[in-house]
Every structure is written in C-alpha cells, then in structure tokens.
C-alpha cells in the first residue's frame, strides 16, 4: 500500500474542513426565509430622521449574509434553528479574544439580525465601540510619482485610432481614467463601479450619483450628491469615452456604466470593487511606492489629508467627499501628533515668541477650525509647557549669572 505525503498546512487545512459538520443545502434551506425577511426590512437610521421607509440596499444585504454563512459554518458549526444562548455567549467571546472590535461590529450587527430574525431578542448582542485608527497616507512625492506612472502608460496611446489600439493599450487607458477618479474626487471604490455615463457633466465640471451610501442623507441636508472633477479627471474621462463607444455590454442593464471591461474573460460585464483594487495596487508598484499599499481607501485619504492642509474650512473637504457629518471627513485626515508637532515648530506657525497663554489659545484656535486634529490638543499643550518651564530656567540662570 503506498503512503502520500500530505504537507503539514494541507493537512491542518483538511482538518479544518473536517470541523465543518453543516452542509451547503441545508444551510441555504434555512437562511432562504431570513432573506426574505432581511429583503423587507428599512433602512432605520434614514427613518429615524426623516420618516423614509427606504429597503436595506441589496449589497448591505448580500454582506449580511455572507458574514452569517462563515460564521454559522466555520465559528459556531450549527445550523441557525439549533442555535443556543450558550453558542451564541461561547462565539462572543471567541470574536472578542482572537479578533479586534471594528471587525467584530460587523459580526455582531449581522448575527443581531439573525437573532431578531428567529425571536431572540434577548440573545441580542451588546455591539463594541469603534476603534479609530491612524492609517498612513503616500507622500507629495509619492502622488505624483504615481500620477506620473499613470500618465507614461499611456504616452504614447492618446490620439491613436482605436483600432490601431491592442488590448493592452486599451486597458491602459480605462485604468488611467479609473484610478484619476480614486485619487483626486474622493469617493467610495462601489461608487466609481456604478458611474453612468449620462450623469457626466462637463460644463458643470460634476458626476451626478444617484444611489450612494448617503445619498439620501444628502439631498435633504441640501447638498448635492456628487464627484467634482479636476481637469486632469475630465481629460481621462474623455479619453475612456472615445473607446467605451465601442464596447457593448453583455447584459442590457449594464450599458449605462462608464467601467465595462473591453475584453477577456469578463468582457461586456461592469467591473467590480477587485478591479479597483488591482488597478491602484499595480500603479502603486510601477510608481515604485513600497512604504505603503496604495489600495482604493489609501487614495481617498490621502486627497482628503491634503485637501485639509490646503485650505482652513472644514467645510469643503467634507461637500467634496459627501459627507454627513465634519466628524466623518476628520476621521479620514490622519494626521499624527508628530505632524502637529513640527507644524507649530516650523516658520509657518511663527507664534514661538508669543507668550505661553496665547500660544494655547492659537492652538484651540486651529484644533476648532480643523487644522490641527483634537488628539493632538493634549500633546501640544504639554509640549508648550515644557518649552516655558525650560525657558525660565534659563532666564533665572542668565539673571543669576
């Protein structure tokens, strides 16, 4: 009898698998009427403040389900109808030792569903605070190395006849008009997939969106929910037009969408959120960018950082990304205490000499108006006392001596 060898990860894989005692079908059987259930209920948040009785969106939906699905399969290993508060109160405190709480929100909120769902109100699960972290954003330098590489793909591209044009070249040239969008109009990666063509509005410089995350919100606190181009957005929107002329859509519904993939596998179909990422990720190693992944939400904080430096009103930065809230466009400026720090100490601030009282006063000043993040406050603060107590041991010393 002859023995295999089975690699010590393939084999912890399979036992993994073996764990599992839920089948697909039966699984698929007993979620069919929460779906059903899940698909009439109403977006609360939007109820609460303006009475619109709006379904959940069919993506927030789909994610709900897929969530339960790992968890019921691979964390609990019990079907929906078998559950027990003791199951549910052993998998909470799984989540809470082996994963971090912004990811445990989302577990929770689905399984909240579920519960409610099936009469068990009281199983409800207590859902854990948000944990704000500072991510890093790509430098000066490192944007416009990366707007660069965008533009050497297609230097030698624009102003051709399409049908002179290979796939590859094709491709070059919807990346480019992609990847402008991420990095200059702030927007949400799901949003760039379902741009419509006819909502493209060169005079008024602006793509109109019609079914955001916020959109609703928006329009009744009298904002426009739209992506204000720049000109270098325009140019590469037109470029794409010229090609996306000739691509037909394999379904009917699709023909709308600017993105529609030009050949291969998934010809004719409109591209998704993976398409986005591997297009950002690609120009960030071409740009030759390794401090950091230049994935799509990196892009967007990173205009939203520098939209925050260049001008002193909250305000614009927030109608640029939609927003409901300030709060919301402060969370995306990651900025550090560092930051702040070499800020105040640079010629730029220019108030070294001014007295201690004032000093904090400027600084409020600037936490107030956005220009310095809040979590900086306390450090600063300290910073500057430490400056005067140094400084009147030297004037003591000086006098002394």
Same mark, same amino acid.
């Given at each position: 009898?002859?023995?295999?060898?089975?690699?010590?990860?393939?084999?912890?894989?399979?036992?993994?698998?073996?764990?599992?005692?839920?089948?697909?079908?039966?699984?698929?059987?007993?979620?069919?009427?929460?779906?059903?259930?899940?698909?009439?209920?109403?977006?609360?948040?939007?109820?609460?403040?303006?009475?619109?009785?709006?379904?959940?969106?069919?993506?927030?939906?789909?994610?709900?389900?897929?969530?339960?699905?790992?968890?019921?399969?691979?964390?609990?290993?019990?079907?929906?109808?078998?559950?027990? %508060?003791?199951?549910?109160?052993?998998?909470?405190?799984?989540?809470?030792?082996?994963?971090?709480?912004?990811?445990?929100?989302?577990?929770?909120?689905?399984?909240?569903?579920?519960?409610?769902?099936?009469?068990?109100?009281?199983?409800?699960?207590?859902?854990? =605070?948000?944990?704000?972290?500072?991510?890093?954003?790509?430098?000066?330098?490192?944007?416009?190395?990366?707007?660069?590489? /965008?533009?050497?793909?297609?230097?030698?591209? /624009?102003?051709?006849?399409?049908?002179? /044009?290979?796939?590859?070249?094709?491709?070059?040239?919807?990346?480019?008009?992609?990847?402008?969008?991420?990095?200059?109009?702030?927007?949400?990666?799901?949003?760039?997939?379902?741009?419509?063509?006819?909502?493209?509005?060169?005079?008024?410089?602006?793509?109109?969106?019609?079914?955001?995350?916020?959109?609703?919100?928006?329009?009744?606190?009298?904002?426009?929910?739209?992506?204000?181009?720049?000109?270098?957005?325009?140019?590469?929107?037109?470029?794409?037009?010229?090609?996306?002329?000739?691509?037909?859509?394999?379904?009917?519904?699709?023909?709308?969408?600017?993105?529609?993939?030009?050949?291969?596998?998934? %010809?004719?179909?409109?591209?998704?959120?993976? %398409?986005?990422?591997?297009?950002?990720?690609?120009?960030?190693?071409?740009?030759?960018?390794?401090?950091?992944?230049?994935?799509?939400?990196?892009?967007?904080?990173?205009?939203?950082?520098?939209?925050?430096?260049?001008?002193?009103?909250?305000?614009?930065?927030?109608?640029?990304?939609?927003?409901?809230?300030?709060?919301?466009?402060?969370?995306?400026?990651?900025?550090?205490?560092?930051?702040?720090?070499?800020?105040?100490?640079?010629?730029?601030?220019?108030?070294?000499?001014?007295?201690?009282?004032?000093?904090?006063?400027?600084?409020?000043?600037?936490?107030?108006?956005?220009?310095? =993040?809040?979590?900086?406050?306390?450090? /600063?603060?300290?910073?500057?006392?430490?400056?005067?107590?140094?400084? %009147?041991?030297?004037?003591?010393?000086?006098?002394?001596?």
């Amino acid at each position: 009898m002859k023995h295999y060898f089975v690699p010590r990860m393939v084999q912890k894989k399979m036992s993994k698998k073996q764990k599992c005692t839920i089948k697909d079908m039966e699984l698929e059987k007993e979620l069919k009427g929460f779906e059903c259930w899940l698909s009439g209920q109403i977006n609360k948040t939007l109820y609460q403040k303006y009475r619109i009785k709006k379904p959940l969106k069919k993506s927030y939906r789909k994610w709900i389900l897929k969530k339960l699905k790992t968890v019921l399969k691979t964390h609990i290993g019990k079907l929906p109808s078998k559950l027990t %508060k003791q199951d549910i109160g052993h998998w909470e405190e799984r989540c809470y030792n082996k994963y971090e709480n912004n990811g445990n929100l989302g577990r929770f909120q689905a399984m909240n569903k579920l519960l409610t769902y099936l009469g068990h109100e009281d199983w409800r699960l207590k859902l854990p =605070p948000i944990e704000r972290k500072i991510y890093d954003t790509i430098t000066e330098d490192e944007r416009e190395r990366y707007i660069n590489a /965008l533009n050497k793909n297609c230097e030698d591209v /624009l102003g051709r006849d399409i049908s002179d /044009l290979n796939p590859r070249e094709i491709k070059y040239i919807m990346d480019r008009a992609i990847v402008m969008i991420q990095t200059m109009l702030e927007p949400r990666p799901s949003e760039i997939c379902n741009i419509e063509t006819r909502n493209i509005d060169f005079g008024r410089h602006k793509i109109t969106l019609r079914d955001s995350k916020t959109h609703e919100m928006i329009i009744r606190m009298g904002m426009e929910d739209a992506l204000l181009m720049t000109p270098q957005v325009e140019e590469a929107i037109k470029d794409w037009q010229k090609i996306r002329k000739s691509i037909k859509a394999k379904r009917p519904e699709d023909e709308k969408y600017l993105f529609i993939y030009p050949y291969g596998k998934y %010809k004719g179909e409109k591209i998704g959120y993976n %398409k986005l990422l591997t297009v950002c990720k690609e120009t960030g190693v071409k740009a030759n960018i390794k401090s950091i992944r230049t994935t799509p939400y990196c892009l967007k904080r990173t205009e939203i950082t520098r939209d925050c430096d260049r001008t002193n009103n909250i305000r614009i930065p927030q109608i640029r990304a939609r927003h409901i809230n300030h709060n919301s466009t402060m969370r995306y400026n990651h900025k550090r205490t560092q930051d702040a720090i070499d800020y105040i100490q640079s010629e730029k601030y220019g108030d070294s000499c001014l007295p201690f009282e004032v000093q904090v006063k400027k600084i409020a000043e600037k936490v107030v108006k956005g220009e310095i =993040p809040l979590d900086a406050w306390q450090q /600063l603060r300290a910073d500057l006392e430490i400056n005067r107590i140094d400084n %009147k041991k030297r004037n003591y010393l000086a006098g002394y001596g």
